[in-house]
């Protein structure tokens, strides 16, 4: 194990526990109405960590689904190796917490008045409003991938049905189909997941389908952990992937849902199983609020998470626009508790410190065969800067031991993350 990965893992530890057991002493007289949008990794996060920072504080989630489906090791799903059930997480726990938990959507934010309007037309005051909704698909940015094609060629970029849509299709493809996946230019959710999901649809070819194979066409020419994927393909699945770069012409033009066909600049692919991956952009809610810019995506103030164009509302998770950070349910969360300490100084009259910020990602090439990067992050000209000499990845020459060890790491990290914010 190299000495900067170390390093990371110890920081992130103690990083996590110090901000919020310090913390809570101050902000245990402050009463206010909050209300988060988004029961998710970062929604639901922030919700509890506001509670427990502040227990006087009336806390609301708004969130239309009963259960949540993660992503995080939905593309082991995909890969035949994990039941969607292991994906899913109920309220139950959140609500017991002393947090009100309405199973309503947002349909409208009034900044001026202060109100959330929602589904079945009631409305909810409050004092400063938190976003996390994750990510919606940009229908515009993409010609022929509308709302009807993801039935035929699926994103799978929010679990749940898409996750075993995709699935169901792999399985039903011949033995010598061709799967196609794009992959979109950055920003995007979970910068390393379309190459996880490469490594994991191979892994099920590789099992089951041994003469198909799968191509990659990436609108970008370089990508997280690249080095360590691409290890992982030739060592794994030797010619079964096939990565075409920006350069090379992978960007995605169009698509055409009636044939399952790719179209970049040089050429065409068409596809027995086709994964679109499309470009996105924050919840809708967001640009309802006024706090989504010209990129769909918020621009937020570093220490507090406050919009830069919507007073009083926070806004956390893929939805943010956080500088070095990805777009990651380990961001989400850690963003979630420096916001519910921000939101609870600023509602007790206090000026909230600057966070430092940890982010790790896991990615499995296989089920034993782990890796992953780490960063820090702290404000810096208005956004979330990485933090040099801080963080990195795996090792590029570990041995396979080390890989099966990381992919152990890898779960325990859901299990811990997963029970902190449902559990
Ligand atoms: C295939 C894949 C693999 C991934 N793997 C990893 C990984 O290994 N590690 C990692 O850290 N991250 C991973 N991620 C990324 C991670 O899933 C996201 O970064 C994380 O979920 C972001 O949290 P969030 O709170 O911003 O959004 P979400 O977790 O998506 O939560 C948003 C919630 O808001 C709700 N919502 C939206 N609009 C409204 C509204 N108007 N009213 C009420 N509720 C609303 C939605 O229903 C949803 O429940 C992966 C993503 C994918 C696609």
Redesign the pocket.
């Known amino acids: 194990m190299s000495r900067r990965y170390r390093t990371t893992r110890r920081a992130f530890v103690g990083g996590a526990a110090a901000s919020l057991a310090l913390a809570r002493p101050s902000f245990a007289q402050a009463s206010a109405n909050v209300v988060v949008?988004?029961?998710?990794?970062?929604?639901a996060s922030c919700a509890r960590a506001l509670k427990w920072l502040a227990p006087k504080l009336q806390v609301t989630l708004?969130?239309?689904?009963k259960t949540?489906t993660?992503?995080?090791?939905?593309?082991d799903v995909i890969g035949g190796f994990r039941a969607i059930e292991a994906q899913r997480f109920g309220y139950d726990k959140i609500a017991a917490a002393g947090i009100t938990v309405a199973a309503?959507?947002?349909?409208g934010v009034d900044v001026q008045g202060r109100t959330v309007t929602l589904a079945d037309g009631s409305s909810l005051r409050y004092d400063r409003l938190v976003l996390?909704?994750?990510?919606d698909l940009r229908f515009d940015a993409l010609p022929g991938y509308d709302e009807a094609a993801v039935e035929v060629m699926p994103h799978?970029?929010?679990?749940g049905e898409q996750t075993l849509l995709l699935r169901r299709q792999l399985e039903a493809m011949d033995d010598g189909g061709l799967v196609v996946m794009s992959v979109p230019a950055n920003p995007y959710?979970?910068p390393p997941?379309p190459y996880?999901?490469a490594c994991l649809i191979a892994y099920y070819l590789k099992a089951k389908k041994p003469r198909s194979k799968l191509i990659v066409l990436d609108a970008k020419d370089a990508f997280s952990k690249q080095r360590l994927f691409q290890n992982a393909w030739t060592e794994l699945y030797p010619g079964m992937i096939e990565w075409v770069s920006l350069s090379q012409g992978g960007k995605v033009t169009s698509v055409d849902p009636s044939t399952k066909t790719f179209v970049t600049e040089f050429g065409k692919h068409t596809a027995q199983v086709a994964n679109v991956i499309p470009p996105q952009k924050a919840?809708?809610?967001a640009a309802l609020a006024g706090a989504a810019d010209a990129s769909g995506w918020c621009a937020i103030d570093p220490v507090t998470f406050e919009s830069k164009t919507a007073p009083n509302v926070h806004v956390?998770?893929?939805?943010c626009i956080a500088g070095g950070m990805p777009?990651?349910?380990?961001?989400?969360n850690a963003q979630a508790k420096a916001c519910a300490a921000a939101v609870a100084t600023l509602l007790a009259g206090g000026a909230p410190a600057a966070p430092k910020l940890i982010?790790t990602?896991?990615?499995l090439a296989a089920p034993d065969y782990g890796f992953s990067v780490a960063g820090v992050y702290q404000p810096k000209n208005g956004l979330l800067a990485d933090v040099e000499g801080a963080g990195g990845t795996s090792p590029v020459d570990a041995p396979r031991e080390f890989r099966a060890r990381e992919a152990v790491y890898?779960q325990s990290w859901f299990d811990t993350i997963t029970a902190e914010v449902f559990g």
């Open positions: 949008i988004g029961g998710g990794f970062g929604g708004l969130e239309p689904n949540f993660a992503c995080p090791f939905s593309n309503q959507a947002a349909t996390s909704p994750g990510i799978a970029w929010k679990a959710r979970c997941g996880e999901r919840g809708r809610i956390i998770g893929d939805a777009k990651s349910a380990f961001s989400a982010n990602c896991y990615s890898a």
